[in-house]
């Protein structure tokens, strides 16, 4: 069993972090030794410095992924130029060399900067070696006959590189790969495709017009990658933005605190485990974050803060949140359509008595029975004034109690087998007995409004 604890308490990201680094020296040795390649003629000590230099300054400014500590940046575009003017060997000291440097300058530890250099020192002799086999000449002298050969290398290189930093992320955060590897890659392909071309023109110009020829390539890049980024960081302040107002209306309320970002995690985590595809999974937890909007306007407000039994006609008003919710997603353009379904069905429950159109089984989208799970969830593990918050065997009882009438069954099984819903939910065995989330919002349906 000590392997096993050795693997769960950071070993297994040492492990794989260990093989990398290994296999990255062991595609440089190749790219010594294979006769085909190690024979090239080796580059100008100038043109080293030149491109190692271009590939160090666009290592510093690099851009953070979308998940995990990972970041990235265009550098690769010159390694891959590197890779067809000067063949594997020179590239991968050009790339090593770089990436070292600029992991160092970020005060990253030394397994840190050994596996930064070797996972792309893997990835780029590994595709120099198939753009070779396709037929690719070294050095680029002219593109006649390049552009398979240099798909080869472009595809070989984008693959290895994204798997290997998607595969640590996973490891490490102890998320599914496919998520990570799709997150940070799937929404950059283009992108990356795109400024792949731009490796292959520096390699021809810098042979054809030397310093010149590369900067008329490299800046152009630069600009490429600005756009991106600016577009990168206004959808990030956009989900800021909803965030802060999500927190402002459950500010009126201290047993609301906290809960939409709750129910968000727990909606996201259910829709993986039902296998969904993952912008349906990120349009869900988008939904469960502003399931309750609506809640803002002040029709509300005294209901809200009231402490004991609702009245019908109280209880009547309670049941137009989704509506008047719905109505506020909808006014968002790119949250028009599933979103706004989601939010607006988030009470129907499964046997068409819920509100507020009476929707069952099918009808009801698979966003809105997520969320009702995640909010009900969510109100039963958090404590009340008249109870306690309930255990993990709890929750799953009630949710069993009622599935097939208010909730949809298919959604309660992926709940019961989801460990990391267990581990939410505070059900693991250290932390029974203690809920997973703060206190949130009074009452609920059976557990949620």
């Known amino acids: 069993m000590r392997w096993w604890r050795w693997l769960r308490g950071g070993g297994a990201v040492r492990l794989y972090v260990s093989t990398i680094v290994l296999m990255g020296a062991g595609a440089v040795i190749a790219s010594a030794l294979v006769p085909s390649v190690s024979e090239l003629p080796a580059p100008s000590p100038f043109a080293i410095l030149l491109f190692a230099a271009v590939g160090l300054g666009l290592e510093v400014a690099e851009h953070q992924l979308a998940m995990g500590a990972a970041s990235g940046s265009i550098a690769f575009i010159v390694y891959l130029g590197a890779g067809v003017s000067f063949g594997p060997l020179w590239c991968a000291v050009i790339a090593g060399w770089s990436l070292a440097i600029a992991t160092a300058l970020r005060r990253r530890r ?8 070797a996972q792309n020192v893997l990835g780029l002799v590994s595709g120099v070696f198939v753009y070779v086999a396709l037929g690719g000449k070294v050095p680029l002298l002219s593109l006649d006959g390049t552009v398979v050969p240099y798909a080869g290398l472009v595809l070989t290189y984008l693959v290895i590189n994204s798997s290997a930093v998607s595969g640590v992320v996973a490891l490490n955060e102890g998320r599914h790969f496919s998520e990570v590897w799709i997150r940070n890659t799937w929404g950059l392909v283009t992108y990356d495709l795109i400024a792949s071309a731009f490796g292959l023109a520096i390699a021809w110009l810098y042979w054809k017009g030397g310093v010149g020829g590369m900067a008329a390539v490299v800046l152009p890049v630069l600009f490429l990658r600005h756009t991106y980024l600016v577009n990168l960081q206004l959808q990030s302040q956009n989900r800021e933005l909803l965030e802060l107002m999500v927190k402002a209306i459950e500010a009126r309320d201290p ?45 509300f407000a005294p209901i809200l803060r009231k402490e004991g039994k609702l009245t019908p006609e109280e209880r009547a008003v309670m049941n137009t949140h989704p509506i008047r919710s719905a109505e506020l997603v909808g006014t968002i353009s790119n949250l028009r359509g599933y979103v706004h379904r989601c939010v607006r069905h988030h009470h129907e429950n499964f046997d068409g008595s819920g509100y507020p159109d009476g929707l069952a089984g099918d009808q009801i989208p698979m966003g809105s029975r997520i969320v009702l799970v995640a909010d009900t969830t969510d109100a039963m593990t958090t404590d009340r004034p008249y109870r306690k918050a309930l255990t993990y065997e709890r929750v799953v ?38 809920p997973a989330f703060p206190q949130m ?9």
């Open 110 to 117: 030394a397994l840190a900067i050994a596996f930064n250099a």
């Open 255 to 299: 047993y609301t605190s906290g809960h939409s970002q709750r129910v968000s995690e727990l909606a996201r985590v259910l829709g993986r485990e039902m296998g969904l595809h993952l912008t349906e999974v990120d349009r869900i937890a988008s939904a469960a974050l502003l399931h309750d909007v609506g809640k803002i306007y002040e029709d």
């Open 397 to 434: 009882e009630e949710l069993e109690k009622h599935a097939g009438k208010q909730f949809d069954p298919r959604v309660v099984a992926a709940f019961k087998k989801s460990m990391a819903i267990r581990r939410l939910v505070g059900g693991m065995p250290q932390s029974q007995g203690t």
């Open 441 to 449: 919002q009074r009452r609920e349906q059976l557990a949620a409004r």
